[in-house]
């Protein structure tokens, strides 16, 4: 029984590592989500400002009918404001029993990255984005950060700590 807890980190580890990815950027960064999290993309669309929400939410959307919340991906990875005007893209994903969109500066393709590539967070990753990262690819000229969505979305921390 005490080799469980060793087994279950690394199949949680086995579960980031390897597979598809639905790739996007934010400020020139590469980042990645497993394929199988992602519910939609989202071309740029009209997001409606909710009064006194914290600073990592953007507003809200509609999907065919459901009150989807935007979450500031850019706000929750410390990164600055963006300089484009008008709305941002947008990955749907669930959590829990509700939807939250992701907003990001551009989707990519879909990667198949083999699990042999995959690395855990370096020590020189960003702190911030060590809390919300599984590991990293190191792709050919660029590197792609594994998000994990449900410690993204943990949107109380990001709050209490700023």
Do not use: C
Request: no cysteine; hydrophobic share 45%; proline share 9%.
């Amino acid at each position: 029984m005490i080799e469980e807890a060793p087994k279950r980190a690394e199949d949680k580890r086995n579960q980031a590592a390897g597979g598809d990815f639905v790739s996007f950027a934010i400020a020139g960064q590469l980042f990645g989500v497993p394929v199988l999290q992602v519910q939609d993309v989202l071309r740029p669309q009209a997001i409606t400002r909710i009064p006194m929400a914290p600073p990592e939410i953007l507003g809200s959307l509609n999907l065919r009918g459901r009150i989807v919340t935007v979450v500031d991906t850019r706000h929750r990875l410390g990164l600055p404001k963006s300089d484009v005007k008008g709305p941002p893209m947008s990955i749907v994903v669930p959590h829990g029993d509700d939807l939250f969109a992701l907003a990001v500066d551009r989707v990519g393709e879909v990667l198949s990255l083999s699990a042999e590539n995959f690395e855990p967070n370096p020590p020189t990753l960003d702190p911030g984005w060590r809390e919300v990262a599984n590991g990293i690819y190191r792709l050919k000229g660029e590197l792609l950060v594994v998000i994990d969505v449900a410690r993204l979305l943990r949107l109380g921390a990001a709050a209490h700590a700023a």
